[in-house]
């Protein structure tokens, strides 16, 4: 089971998430719904979305598509940037998430190593 945070700082125009172990394709639904309610109250098209994906697990092929319509959120809402931020030598899950942007036409991220 996977947890999450999701927190947008006004000041520094930054929505930031937290995602860390395994995401279930019940934690993804929870994680969309609660995302749309949290960015209700803000303008992405002002922000740049951050997520800490530093003690995330690799996504298992079943909950991929979940990833990808999390990725199609973040282009639809017109965040300015998306930031990964992962743990150094993270091969698999930089892949991971590359491959995800690729397939879901996301231009406008950088994954970084924390």
Known sequence: MGKYTLQANRIQKAF???VEGSM???DGAN???DYKQKI???NPKEYVIELDCTKLNVTSADVV???ENC???YIADG???VIFKIAPKSTILKMQLNRVAK???LANYEIKEV
């Open 16 to 18: 930031h998430v937290s």
């Open 24 to 26: 279930s394709s019940e």
């Open 31 to 33: 994680f969309i719904k």
């Open 40 to 42: 209700a109250g803000i």
């Open 65 to 67: 598509p979940m990833l």
């Open 71 to 73: 990725y199609k959120l």
């Open 79 to 81: 965040f300015t940037k």
């Open 103 to 105: 397939n879901t036409g």
